[in-house]
């Protein structure tokens, strides 16, 4: 059974930083990408981050252009987790974060695999 567990969310103010972990289970994980999408309360949910499986696609991550710059995504293979390092938060920021699962392309737009999600809230 395909598992994804976050872990990491919580309430900051702006200009600070938070650090989202993703602990995997139940999958081949070095073999397929990881990445983390979000939504806020009326919006549609949004593709934040991806990090590809370097076995499968090479060296490859993505970062929508709302958070290019501020957000930093990681992987480590031998634990089975993916960060998500996220700085200069905003309040725009404020949503329930999730971890997904899949293949890069998938994992980017319509990931097969979800988390049950984190809160993350930026007060201003």
């Known amino acids: 059974e395909v598992q994804l567990v976050e872990s990491g969310g919580g309430l900051v103010q702006a200009g600070g930083s938070l650090r989202l972990s993703c602990a995997a289970s139940g999958f081949p994980f070095e073999d397929y990408a990881i990445g983390w999408f979000r939504q806020a309360p009326g919006k549609e949910r949004e593709g934040v981050s991806c990090i590809s499986s370097v076995r499968i696609s090479g060296h490859k991550t993505y970062y929508a252009p709302s958070v290019k710059g501020r957000f930093t995504i990681s992987r480590d293979n031998a634990k089975n987790t993916v960060v998500l390092q996220m700085n200069s938060l905003k309040p725009e920021d404020t949503a329930v974060y999730y971890c997904?699962?899949?293949?890069?392309?998938?994992?980017?737009?319509?990931?097969?695999?979800w988390g049950q999600g984190t809160q993350v809230t930026v007060s201003s």
């Open positions: 997904v699962a899949g293949d890069y392309g998938s994992s980017r737009s319509d990931p097969p695999y």
